[in-house]
């Protein structure tokens, strides 16, 4: 005989009202590979928890008088008023499966097991509600914040009882306070997490991210009851960060051969129209040379934070170093690259992606003195002076961080191509070559202000290279007590280990004043049959560093480095007596 059923009224009523205020933490631009890698300090991570996300309770089951068990499996033509508690109502009914409709994310063998403490027994009207709720908690427990289960009206039969499941899910994602950035950019980003059913800990994973992007300077989120039982309308209010950026920079690493004290100027703009595209343009002079040092642009083109690039260099130099000044050397130099990038992990402690890009090098070379013009100085280099370089190059970078430390690696292999008239010689140099370089960095916080940071640097490759390709030692950002690029070489490996301490702190005025011991070390090697002999392919040094820090937009340091193996050096420079210098300034 069939049975009927019914629920006296809607029982799934949700209000899930979710609100995240003042998420702030520190913004995380591109990785930058030898160089300085910050640590998020734990006053400064997204202060993003589960327990900020937590709807309110589904409103309870109407009471309900249901004075016997034939009466309560029977659809009421209209529902009762009475205020008798569910554990009042009298009867039971044995249940032998409960039949979960509408679940995405669990089986029926899963939630059935949940359930069996309910089955092959009498059960009474109010544990068949605890049935109901232990449904919708599991939901809960697992993340799905706004999903819920209710029983429908049915006819029992064969001691089944369906129970029905609503998955939670986002109708509308209202962003307000934008005022150049594009709503979609945030939207699409939003949108990868909240699939349904709506998952808290995917959002929560998803707002870090959006947290992590210098596009936003904060914003707040609030998740609401929409239109119907398991839609939220999730609301979001952003404040956009300064998209603008000035950099003036004044240091001594560059060679001493063009002018070793540099000049360097730099502006970008992080969202150009409004799609989070970006613009990098800077400028750097010596006295012996110009350039062009980066002039790029930047699109994303996906949710995932694919990009595709433009970058370029151009230079003009002289040589100003004696006893080469009266030859009156001058060499010219440009660089295209396209790069297309794609994260493949993305969260707020890790990061994994992989890029493929092609690079055009050209550089030609002119002797000034008794007119001679065009001259091939360099090894590869063709009749007229020329090398041309085309070279695909295929890159894998990782970064995982941490409230304590951040470790970075990056691998690229490179593939010289005959590509648009590269130079092709009888014998190597050439643009046909394939290398492997390798880059590593990891900065651990040790104390407020202590920091240990290693770094290793490392290239092979299968024959000789031309000296646009070759691996360099020596300066500011390898082996510091020596001058810039004093070896180069096919091959090469780098390693350094540096420990900071802080000597000055004062809160009030955000002044740091650090000391910086540190340990460099660099050796490299040619092939065989390569015409450039190396006297001295192993250098190394110790030596101490200032740094000091005013705010967030004054940086200096000065280095004094001990070279440990000596080499053939007239000491005329700052660098070949080890002071490097460099002071910076953002706006």
Same mark, same amino acid.
């Given at each position: 005989?069939?049975?009927?059923?019914?629920?006296?009224?809607?029982?799934?009523?949700?209000?899930?009202?979710?609100?995240?205020?003042?998420?702030?933490?520190?913004?995380?631009?591109?990785?930058?590979?030898?160089?300085?890698?910050?640590?998020?300090?734990?006053?400064?991570?997204?202060?993003?928890?589960?327990?900020? /996300?937590?709807?309110?309770?589904?409103?309870?089951?109407?009471?309900?008088?249901?004075?016997?068990?034939?009466?309560?499996?029977?659809?009421?033509?209209?529902?009762?008023?009475?205020?008798?508690?569910?554990?009042?109502?009298?009867?039971?009914?044995?249940?032998?499966?409960?039949?979960?409709?509408?679940?995405?994310?669990?089986?029926?063998?899963?939630?059935?097991?949940?359930?069996?403490?309910?089955?092959?027994?009498?059960?009474?009207?109010?544990?068949?509600?605890?049935?109901?709720?232990?449904?919708?908690?599991?939901?809960?427990?697992?993340?799905?914040? *706004?999903?819920?289960?209710?029983?429908?009206?049915?006819?029992?039969?064969?001691?089944?009882?369906?129970?029905?499941?609503?998955?939670?899910?986002?109708?509308?994602?209202?962003?307000?306070?934008?005022?150049?950035?594009?709503?979609?950019?945030?939207?699409?980003?939003?949108?990868?997490?909240?699939?349904?059913?709506?998952?808290?800990?995917?959002?929560?994973?998803?707002?870090?991210?959006?947290?992590?992007?210098?596009?936003?300077?904060?914003?707040?989120?609030?998740?609401?009851?929409?239109?119907?039982?398991?839609?939220?309308?999730?609301?979001?209010?952003?404040?956009?960060?300064?998209?603008?950026?000035?950099?003036?920079?004044?240091?001594?690493?560059?060679?001493?051969?063009?002018?070793?004290?540099?000049?360097?100027?730099?502006?970008?703009?992080?969202?150009?129209?409004?799609?989070?595209?970006?613009?990098?343009?800077?400028?750097?002079?010596?006295?012996?040379?110009? *350039?062009?040092?980066?002039?790029?642009?930047?699109?994303? /083109?996906?949710?995932?934070?694919?990009?595709?690039?433009?970058?370029?260099?151009?230079?003009?130099?002289?040589?100003?170093?004696?006893?080469?000044?009266?030859?009156?050397?001058?060499?010219?130099?440009?660089?295209?690259?396209?790069?297309?990038?794609?994260?493949?992990?993305?969260?707020?402690?890790?990061?994994?992606?992989?890029?493929?890009?092609?690079?055009?090098?050209?550089?030609?070379?002119?002797?000034?003195?008794?007119?001679?013009?065009?001259?091939?100085?360099?090894?590869?280099?063709?009749?007229?002076?020329?090398?041309?370089?085309?070279?695909?190059?295929?890159?894998?970078?990782?970064?995982?961080?941490?409230?304590?430390?951040?470790?970075?690696?990056?691998?690229?292999?490179?593939?010289?191509?005959?590509?648009?008239?590269?130079?092709?010689?009888?014998?190597?140099?050439?643009?046909?070559?394939?290398?492997?370089?390798?880059?590593?960095?990891?900065?651990?916080?040790?104390?407020?202000?202590?920091?240990?940071?290693?770094?290793?640097?490392?290239?092979?490759?299968?024959?000789?290279?031309?000296?646009?390709?070759?691996?360099?030692?020596?300066?500011?950002?390898?082996?510091?007590?020596?001058?810039?690029?004093?070896?180069?070489?096919?091959?090469?490996?780098?390693?350094?280990?540096?420990?900071?301490?802080?000597?000055?702190?004062?809160?009030?005025?955000?002044?740091?004043?650090?000391?910086?011991?540190?340990?460099?070390?660099?050796?490299?090697?040619?092939?065989?049959?390569?015409?450039?002999?190396?006297?001295?392919?192993?250098?190394?040094?110790?030596?101490?560093?200032?740094?000091?820090?005013?705010?967030?937009?004054?940086?200096?340091?000065?280095?004094?480095? /001990?070279?440990?193996?000596?080499?053939?050096?007239?000491?005329?420079?700052?660098?070949?007596?080890?002071?490097?210098?460099?002071?910076?300034?953002?706006?």
């Amino acid at each position: 005989m069939g049975l009927t059923l019914s629920s006296p009224s809607n029982p799934l009523l949700w209000d899930a009202s979710i609100r995240l205020d003042a998420l702030q933490g520190e913004r995380v631009g591109e990785l930058s590979f030898l160089a300085q890698v910050p640590v998020l300090p734990d006053d400064q991570t997204p202060d993003i928890t589960p327990g900020l /996300i937590a709807p309110q309770q589904p409103e309870a089951l109407p009471e309900e008088p249901l004075p016997s068990l034939e009466e309560l499996l029977q659809s009421p033509t209209e529902p009762p008023t009475g205020e008798t508690r569910p554990e009042d109502i009298p009867g039971t009914i044995v249940v032998t499966q409960f039949e979960i409709i509408g679940s995405t994310v669990f089986s029926q063998e899963e939630l059935g097991k949940a359930l069996e403490e309910f089955t092959n027994r009498p059960i009474t009207f109010a544990e068949l509600l605890e049935a109901q709720e232990k449904v919708s908690q599991y939901y809960r427990d697992r993340g799905y914040i *706004t999903s819920g289960a209710f029983i429908p009206e049915q006819p029992i039969e064969g001691g089944t009882v369906k129970i029905e499941v609503i998955e939670g899910e986002i109708e509308e994602i209202r962003i307000e306070g934008l005022e150049r950035l594009n709503p979609g950019y945030i939207r699409s980003r939003i949108n990868r997490a909240i699939s349904p059913p709506l998952n808290q800990q995917k959002l929560i994973d998803a707002l870090q991210l959006l947290q992590l992007n210098p596009l936003i300077e904060n914003f707040t989120v609030e998740l609401a009851a929409g239109s119907r039982p398991g839609r939220s309308i999730l609301d979001v209010q952003v404040t956009e960060a300064n998209p603008l950026h000035f950099r003036l920079l004044i240091d001594n690493q560059r060679s001493p051969s063009v002018g070793s004290f540099r000049r360097k100027a730099e502006f970008s703009h992080d969202n150009v129209l409004g799609l989070g595209d970006r613009f990098n343009f800077s400028f750097v002079n010596t006295d012996g040379s110009n *350039t062009i040092d980066n002039l790029s642009y930047t699109l994303p /083109i996906n949710p995932r934070n694919g990009t595709i690039s433009f970058a370029h260099v151009r230079s003009r130099s002289r040589i100003i170093e004696e006893p080469f000044t009266p030859l009156d050397i001058q060499s010219a130099s440009e660089n295209y690259e396209l790069t297309f990038r794609q994260p493949l992990i993305e969260s707020a402690t890790e990061d994994f992606a992989l890029g493929v890009s092609f690079s055009r090098q050209e550089s030609r070379t002119v002797l000034g003195f008794l007119n001679i013009g065009p001259f091939p100085l360099s090894p590869g280099s063709e009749a007229n002076g020329e090398t041309k370089i085309s070279a695909l190059r295929f890159f894998q970078e990782y970064t995982q961080r941490s409230s304590e430390d951040v470790f970075a690696a990056r691998s690229q292999f490179s593939l010289g191509v005959d590509w648009f008239n590269a130079t092709i010689n009888a014998n190597p140099p050439d643009s046909h070559f394939f290398a492997w370089r390798g880059q590593l960095q990891y900065l651990r916080l040790l104390a407020p202000d202590t920091l240990l940071l290693f770094r290793a640097d490392f290239q092979i490759a299968d024959r000789p290279l031309v000296p646009l390709e070759q691996f360099s030692a020596g300066g500011a950002l390898s082996v510091r007590g020596y001058r810039q690029d004093l070896l180069l070489a096919d091959n090469g490996f780098f390693a350094s280990a540096e420990a900071r301490f802080p000597i000055l702190h004062l809160p009030e005025s955000d002044i740091l004043l650090q000391i910086a011991p540190f340990f460099d070390l660099a050796t490299v090697w040619n092939f065989s049959d390569n015409e450039v002999e190396i006297d001295t392919p192993t250098i190394s040094s110790i030596g101490v560093g200032l740094l000091l820090r005013m705010g967030r937009n004054f940086n200096a340091r000065l280095d004094w480095g /001990i070279p440990l193996v000596e080499v053939n050096s007239e000491r005329k420079s700052w660098q070949e007596n080890g002071i490097y210098f460099s002071v910076e300034y953002r706006i």
